[in-house]
T-cell receptor, first 110, second 112 residues
């Protein structure tokens, strides 16, 4: 059932601006991290990943930064578009099992 | 990327009935598939890991007799919600790994 009163953190961004979505992960032994995008009523869609031996990885319009010292992950989206509106989850991998973060809802203002 | 197909996308059933959800890896073989549950505005919670040819591994608090998992082939895993009740209403999502973990489109289960 639904948890009354629970809401996702929301980030509202003007179209064309850059977005930064943050995530704190829990296990310092996690060796692999993934960002997923989930549109309403759909399954998560892979965006970008990064291994623990890296601190930055770039894709098309997206960049992931990893700070293992403080167990922090961020997703940067350049020139945010209306189609980027969705919920974004980070996930950490340990022993081939993913654990998802709470998620952030990105709303793009046209 | 790899494709994971999930069916049905939506099901509405009466309380007490059983519902089967299928998850297929379309262009790769998956010895392991995963089943998640997601409540509105919440994150994905792993329910169980489905292993081809052997028993599924269930997460703590997930009733294995309630959520039956069968992974009979390298491309198909099924989740059966037995004797469904309104509290089982949720969004169920499967995934399979081919280097990266890919997800199905999800199944919205509504139990009346």
């Amino acid at each position: 059932g639904e948890s009354v009163g629970l809401h996702l953190p929301t980030l509202s961004v003007q179209e064309g601006d850059n977005s930064i979505i943050n995530c704190a992960y829990s296990n310092s032994a996690s060796d692999y991290f993934i960002w997923y995008k989930q549109e309403s009523g759909k399954g998560p869609q892979f965006i970008i990943d990064i291994r623990s031996n890296m601190d930055k990885r770039q894709g098309q319009r997206v960049t992931v930064l990893l700070n293992k010292t403080v167990k922090h992950l961020s997703l940067q989206i350049a020139a945010t578009q209306p189609g980027d509106s969705a919920v974004y989850f980070c996930a950490e991998n340990l022993s081939y099992q993913l654990t998802f973060g709470k998620g952030t809802k990105l709303s793009v203002i046209p | 990327g790899a494709v994971v197909s999930q069916h049905p996308s939506r099901v509405i059933c009466k309380s007490g009935t059983s519902v089967k959800i299928e998850c297929r890896s379309l262009d790769f073989q998956a010895t392991t598939m995963f089943w998640y549950r997601q409540f509105p505005k919440q994150s994905l919670m792993l329910m169980a890991t489905s292993n081809e040819g052997s028993k599924a591994t269930y997460e703590q608090g997930v009733e294995k007799d309630k959520f039956l998992i069968n992974h009979a082939s390298l491309t198909l895993s099924t989740l059966t919600v037995t004797s469904a009740h309104p509290e089982d209403s949720s969004f169920y999502i499967c995934s399979a790994r081919q280097n990266i973990q890919y997800f199905g489109a999800g199944t919205r289960l509504s139990v009346l």
